[in-house]
């Protein structure tokens, strides 16, 4: 199975039909969202109308939580609650239902899917440290060959032992047995990693290949769509030119 996997669209469209075109000219078989279809920009509906309709799997993220109103998120910073807010009052009915039914975490025989750490589905909590990966350890026995993450919205790979746990530093590797896999995918709609390109990866299950993949779309034109719209803060556009 050759899979692509994307996750943090984040209502940027632009950035989404980007990768997908992408994915288009990489023969896949299924693709993934790994969650945060909605949150920050400015075209939400747009969004979930294309995931919920080309994916296989599609999983909750917190912002799709929040939004569809299965997870508190009074704490969030003001620029993100309103922004959460006004996506909640945006979405077609169909689409807020959509986002009520999505599972934490979906598995393809040995392939693991989940927004967050797979530790504690529900809490959201990030992995991008080899610290936190170690996290995972105490539930090496049920962890997937690999298990895909979103989220942090950076990409990284870590190779996970019984008792230790490697940073995984290249763009693209294949899988050892004695090992299971985290692999956060980096973020479609908004990266911020220092590099403004949409993030994508793919997955071959019968080669046992990874590969992280980024393509350019039009910044631009994305940021001036929130710049426009006066109930999303300007930051959310600004961040994009920077990848951060």
Same mark, same amino acid.
């Given at each position: ?5 994307? &996750?943090?669209?984040? %209502?940027?469209?632009?950035?989404? #039909?980007?990768?997908?075109? &992408?994915? +288009?000219?990489?023969?896949?078989? *299924? ?10 920009? $400015?075209? !939400?509906?747009?969004?979930? /109308? ?28 003001? %620029? *993100?609650?309103?922004?959460? /807010? ?7 009915? +169909? ?10 975490? #979906? ?9 967050? $750490?797979?530790?504690?589905?529900? +809490? =959201? ?8 990966? %170690?996290?995972?350890? !105490? ?8 298990? =895909?993450?979103?989220? &942090? ?5 870590? *190779? ?11 763009? +693209?590797?294949?899988?050892? !047995? ?12 908004? !990266?911020? /990693?220092?590099?403004?390109?949409? $993030?994508?990866?793919?997955?071959? &299950? ?26 999303? $803060? /300007? ?10």
């Amino acid at each position: 199975m050759r899979y692509g996997i994307f &996750s943090d669209v984040h %209502a940027n469209l632009d950035a989404l #039909e980007a990768v997908l075109r &992408s994915f +288009e000219r990489e023969k896949i078989d *299924a693709l993934v969202c790994l969650g945060d279809t909605v949150g920050y920009g $400015s075209q !939400p509906n747009d969004c979930c /109308d294309i995931v919920k309709r080309v994916t296989r799997y599609t999983i909750l993220g917190n912002h799709d939580a929040a939004v569809a109103g299965r997870m508190d998120y009074s704490y969030y910073y003001d %620029a *993100a609650r309103e922004a959460l /807010d006004w996506h909640s009052r945006q979405l077609t009915a +169909e689409n807020m239902g959509w986002l009520r039914k999505l599972n934490y975490f #979906e598995r393809d025989g040995a392939t693991h899917f989940c927004h967050g $750490s797979p530790v504690d589905l529900e +809490e =959201f909590e990030y992995i991008f440290s080899v610290e936190q990966a %170690a996290t995972c350890i !105490p539930i090496w026995d049920s962890l997937g060959q690999i298990t =895909f993450i979103g989220h &942090s919205h950076l990409c990284k790979a870590f *190779a996970i032992g019984r008792e230790r746990v490697y940073e995984v530093v290249t763009k +693209e590797f294949e899988i050892h !047995p004695e090992f299971r896999y985290i692999v956060s995918v980096g973020s479609v709609g908004q !990266p911020r /990693d220092h590099d403004p390109r949409a $993030s994508y990866t793919i997955y071959d &299950s019968g080669r046992g290949k990874f590969e992280f993949k980024r393509v350019e779309y039009d910044v631009g034109a994305a940021a001036r769509k929130i710049f426009n719209d006066a109930r999303l $803060s /300007d930051s959310f556009g600004a961040r994009l030119f920077a990848g951060v």
